[in-house]
């Protein structure tokens, strides 16, 4: 009896349900202001119906995607209060415009330390038009340079990747960053955090930043005060508040390490033991990640260093962080950034091209696929024109919702040709792009609108360097794993999964 009472005495104050209990006095202080306003109701009912006519027109105009408007014509058609008020709740967007106002400040500030050098320049010129004109693209609207004499190595699941990284943390000499969404303790963190705690008392300087999600599931929240007293400095990005804010849906999805500015690493792996299979879930785990030592390190440490001083009282300087390091490594990798106030859709936009200009094959893994119409037209297009396009999904989900709406996108993909898979052993979290044995793509984007729209974001643009090719033939290993889906697939799915995807997918922009 004394156990139960204890856990129940756990669950009600827990940080979670205080949360919650918050948010909901909150919702029931703005219904009973709707009860109150009941006495004037028609008055009420007829400027708001005004107030939604003249939003629905300007949301009509927006230059938003389709689908994101349709989401909005639904409240503020039907409940023209409600739907209003939650409109220009959104739209004001008063906490994330402070977040987004000082990333903006950030990326101006660093852009002397993010400049395609002019070796680099001349080596440009003389390769195809479509990566000079993207890499133009990137370095002239996102401040990412495309940089050179950088090796790059490619990990095909996460357990490679912790391996090599506990080597090279343990040569680290000047700093550390780190830069993560999800960190759990386990084997992986735990592991982690011994060589941190050592290369710390060595008076190596020692930096980690952590999604406010991780506070409110993963680890306590008093965490970093913890972990300040081993001399790791520790920021957390965006806490969950008990508050109703907008800014809370802007998440930092980003993965990013930094050793001494000269290594570098970013990819779908977070510090939890599921990316290594070290505890399964939704059965076998297939993660990437990619690894940059040289040149190209210097990209994802100035993106670190934006993030940390976005969200910080003190600002770090640039320059002590920017080393000059020379690599091995052939062809040309550029890493970029995306986030929700740079007015670009950096990832999706390259995504895009190399879709529109691929000439033989796009090769794509992603766990999830909740995309806008345009780029859904550039698969589809890539398809039909010839291109042999290949996606890889998983087939035991983590959220059943995101599988749902994922299939709905099954008949017109496979009608144009689009080839479709789902990988057989469990769950696919790798987000990757390979292409005609030229370039490819791997970090932190899914294909999902959070990803392409609402979360701080970053990858590495990698083109006519050997580790290409080791992309595509993982792609081609990791594709006799699964099953290929047609048609007849589709038709066997349940038809309640079916529904509820339709449904669901109303509200992909959401989601």
């Given at each position: 009896m004394r156990k139960l009472i204890r856990a129940l005495f756990k669950i009600v104050f827990s940080r979670i349900m205080i949360i919650v209990l918050l948010l909901l006095l909150q919702l029931g202080i703005l219904f009973a202001g709707f009860e109150w306003l009941g006495q004037y109701m028609s008055y009420v009912l007829g400027s708001f119906t005004t107030l939604s006519v003249i939003l629905v027109i300007y949301v009509i105009n927006k230059e938003d995607d389709p689908a994101y408007k349709l989401v909005w014509m639904i409240p503020l058609c039907a409940f023209p209060v409600f739907g209003a008020l939650l409109y220009l709740f959104v739209e004001l967007d008063v906490g994330g415009r402070a977040l987004k106002k000082r990333l903006r400040k950030n990326m101006v500030e660093s852009a002397a330390y993010l400049k395609t050098g002019a070796a680099t320049e001349k080596h440009l010129e003389e390769q195809d038009r479509e990566f000079v004109n993207l890499a133009s693209y990137l370095q002239r609207r996102c401040y990412c340079p495309a940089y050179e004499n950088t090796e790059v190595t490619y990990f095909s699941l996460g357990e490679e990747k912790f391996k090599q990284l506990l080597i090279d943390l343990k040569s680290a000499e000047k700093f550390i960053f780190l830069e993560y969404f999800?960190?759990?303790?386990?084997?992986?963190?735990?592991?982690?955090?011994?060589?941190?705690?050592?290369?710390?008392?060595?008076?190596?300087?020692?930096?980690?930043?952590?999604?406010?999600?991780?506070?409110?599931?993963n680890l306590p929240m008093r965490y970093p005060e913890k972990l300040k007293q081993w001399g790791i400095q520790v920021r957390v990005f965006s806490?969950?508040?008990?508050?109703?804010?907008?800014?809370?849906?802007?998440?930092?999805?980003?993965?990013?390490?930094?050793?001494?500015?000269?290594?570098?690493y970013t990819g779908g792996v977070n510090l939890a033991d599921e990316y290594i299979n070290r505890k399964v879930r939704f059965g076998h785990w297939k993660d990437t990640a990619i690894r940059l030592e040289g040149e190209g390190a210097r990209g994802l440490t100035v993106m670190f260093l934006q993030n940390w001083n976005m969200i910080g009282l003190k600002a770090e300087p640039y320059e002590p962080y920017v080393i000059q390091n020379g690599g091995k490594g052939q062809g040309f990798v550029i890493p970029f950034g995306d986030a929700p106030g740079d007015n670009e859709t950096v990832g999706e936009n390259v995504y895009m091209d190399i879709l529109y200009n691929a000439k033989r094959y796009v090769h794509i893994m992603t766990p999830y696929l909740i995309i806008d119409s345009e780029m859904e037209r550039a698969l589809v297009y890539a398809a039909k024109r010839g291109v042999e396009v290949s996606i890889i999904l998983p087939h035991i989900p983590d959220k059943k919702y995101a599988f749902y709406i994922a299939r709905t996108y099954y008949p017109i993909l496979l009608r144009a040709g689009v080839k479709l898979y789902e990988y057989k052993p469990g769950f696919v979290h790798a987000k990757s792009f390979v292409s005609d044995d030229q370039k490819a793509v791997v970090g932190t984007i899914?294909?999902?609108?959070?990803?392409?729209?609402?979360?701080?974001?970053?990858?590495?643009?990698?083109?006519q360097n050997p580790v290409v090719q080791e992309i595509e033939e993982d792609y081609e290993q990791t594709l006799k794993q699964c099953i290929e889906v047609d048609m007849d697939y589709y038709k066997s799915i349940n038809g309640f999964s079916k529904l509820a995807g339709r449904v669901l997918r109303l509200f992909g922009p959401l989601m």
């Amino acid at each position: 009896m004394r156990k139960l009472i204890r856990a129940l005495f756990k669950i009600v104050f827990s940080r979670i349900m205080i949360i919650v209990l918050l948010l909901l006095l909150q919702l029931g202080i703005l219904f009973a202001g709707f009860e109150w306003l009941g006495q004037y109701m028609s008055y009420v009912l007829g400027s708001f119906t005004t107030l939604s006519v003249i939003l629905v027109i300007y949301v009509i105009n927006k230059e938003d995607d389709p689908a994101y408007k349709l989401v909005w014509m639904i409240p503020l058609c039907a409940f023209p209060v409600f739907g209003a008020l939650l409109y220009l709740f959104v739209e004001l967007d008063v906490g994330g415009r402070a977040l987004k106002k000082r990333l903006r400040k950030n990326m101006v500030e660093s852009a002397a330390y993010l400049k395609t050098g002019a070796a680099t320049e001349k080596h440009l010129e003389e390769q195809d038009r479509e990566f000079v004109n993207l890499a133009s693209y990137l370095q002239r609207r996102c401040y990412c340079p495309a940089y050179e004499n950088t090796e790059v190595t490619y990990f095909s699941l996460g357990e490679e990747k912790f391996k090599q990284l506990l080597i090279d943390l343990k040569s680290a000499e000047k700093f550390i960053f780190l830069e993560y969404f999800i960190i759990e303790r386990g084997e992986m963190w735990d592991s982690i955090l011994g060589i941190l705690k050592e290369k710390a008392a060595q008076g190596v300087e020692v930096k980690l930043m952590y999604d406010g999600m991780c506070s409110l599931v993963n680890l306590p929240m008093r965490y970093p005060e913890k972990l300040k007293q081993w001399g790791i400095q520790v920021r957390v990005f965006s806490p969950i508040r008990p508050l109703l804010s907008t800014v809370q849906n802007n998440r930092d999805h980003r993965k990013i390490v930094s050793v001494d500015g000269r290594i570098a690493y970013t990819g779908g792996v977070n510090l939890a033991d599921e990316y290594i299979n070290r505890k399964v879930r939704f059965g076998h785990w297939k993660d990437t990640a990619i690894r940059l030592e040289g040149e190209g390190a210097r990209g994802l440490t100035v993106m670190f260093l934006q993030n940390w001083n976005m969200i910080g009282l003190k600002a770090e300087p640039y320059e002590p962080y920017v080393i000059q390091n020379g690599g091995k490594g052939q062809g040309f990798v550029i890493p970029f950034g995306d986030a929700p106030g740079d007015n670009e859709t950096v990832g999706e936009n390259v995504y895009m091209d190399i879709l529109y200009n691929a000439k033989r094959y796009v090769h794509i893994m992603t766990p999830y696929l909740i995309i806008d119409s345009e780029m859904e037209r550039a698969l589809v297009y890539a398809a039909k024109r010839g291109v042999e396009v290949s996606i890889i999904l998983p087939h035991i989900p983590d959220k059943k919702y995101a599988f749902y709406i994922a299939r709905t996108y099954y008949p017109i993909l496979l009608r144009a040709g689009v080839k479709l898979y789902e990988y057989k052993p469990g769950f696919v979290h790798a987000k990757s792009f390979v292409s005609d044995d030229q370039k490819a793509v791997v970090g932190t984007i899914n294909l999902d609108y959070r990803s392409l729209y609402l979360h701080f974001e970053c990858g590495v643009y990698i083109y006519q360097n050997p580790v290409v090719q080791e992309i595509e033939e993982d792609y081609e290993q990791t594709l006799k794993q699964c099953i290929e889906v047609d048609m007849d697939y589709y038709k066997s799915i349940n038809g309640f999964s079916k529904l509820a995807g339709r449904v669901l997918r109303l509200f992909g922009p959401l989601m």
